[in-house]
Structures are given as C-alpha cells and as structure tokens.
C-alpha cells in the first residue's frame, strides 16, 4: 500500500471511528489487501477483524452503518459521517440524498418521536435508511420521508412503504428472467424447500439493494 492511500485510509478511520476489513477492502477497492500497513505507527489497533483509530472507540452501530454504506458503493459519489442518531449521510450519482440512521433499544423510541415531528435533529435529506434491532417498532413509525426499515446486523428489510415498490419486483424479474425460469423448473421438479430458500435469502434483498 502506497503511503498516500494509508493515510487516507488511518484518516477515513479518525473520521469514522471504525470499520471491518471487509468493509476497507469494499470502499478502498482492493479485496485482497489485509490492510496491514495501517497498523504501522500509533494511529489504528486491531480486534478481531475490526480496524479502530487509537482515538476513538469501538462502535457496532457505526459498523452497522457502514455496511449500508458497502451495499451502494459504486452508486454514492460522496459521503460524510453525521451525528447520533443519523451515522452516515451519502449522495448517490443521480443526486439522491440519503441518512442512514442507526437505532438500539436504549434510543429507539426517541428517534420515532424525532421522525415524527420531522426534527431539525435528524437532517433533511430525499430518503432514509433506517436501522432497528428488531421488527418491534415497524407498526409506530411515522414518517414524512420516504424510508426503508431495516433489521440488522443482516440489514433485512422489512416493508419500503413505497407505492413503486411492487413496480421495481416487475423491473427486476424482467432483468433476472433466466433465474426465474431455473425456479420454474425447480417448480416442476417439486423441489419447494430449495425454492422457497432461494426466494427468502436472494430475491427480496437482491432487487432492494439494487434499486432502492
């Protein structure tokens, strides 16, 4: 690693506290470097495979976080890091503009009550990613902006409350055609557990991620 991408890297990590190695190797491009070199110095420490600045601490909701963050790289051309309850906040190329808010249980009930009288604490932004523990909150959500909910630490999404969102499974089924007619041919052949695994753990995450 060249001197100037370390130190742009130990700087993303002073900005941002943390990231996972997978994480690193996503938005730096570079997939088979352990990022070793940037624990050269007094700057970042190691646990696991978690990168952290000497400054800062641990924190799994950043962590969580930057995870959506990966799932649009190549689409975002910039990002920032925001404050407690909003983590990350990006511009895609199409000039969209999302906030990444992270929930626990200790907090979650304030921030439905900061979306829904549309806080000055949260920024304006065209769209939110939201991300609770659990599915416990969905049905008390209000919000004026359009959102996904999301449960992590697998970032599934539980309903988009989008009046366009049975269009884009149309969009998607159109683009994925050879994958469906191999799950017509599971059909056929009677194999719905395969089925109905395929379904649950590729389809519904796929197009969302692809398109939202």
Known sequence: MLEDE???VINFLQDFGCATLKQLQILYDKPNDNFKDILTGNFVSKKGDIFIHNNEEL???MINALNVLCKYKGRFKQFHKGYDPVYITFLTKENI?????????????????LLKVNSPIIPESDKFIILFEDDACFDNIECKTPYAYCVYPELKVIN????????LVVIYIVQNIN?????YYLLNQSRYILLIFFLKT????????AFY
């Open 6 to 8: 370390r130190i742009k």
């Open 59 to 61: 924190n799994m909701k």
């Open 97 to 113: 503009l999302y906030n990444v808010i992270v929930t626990d249980k200790n907090n979650e009930q304030g921030v439905l009550k």
């Open 160 to 167: 988009r409350k989008n009046a366009w969102f049975y269009a």
């Open 179 to 183: 994958e469906f007619i191999y799950l």
């Open 202 to 209: 590729n389809l519904k995450s796929s197009f969302f991620w």
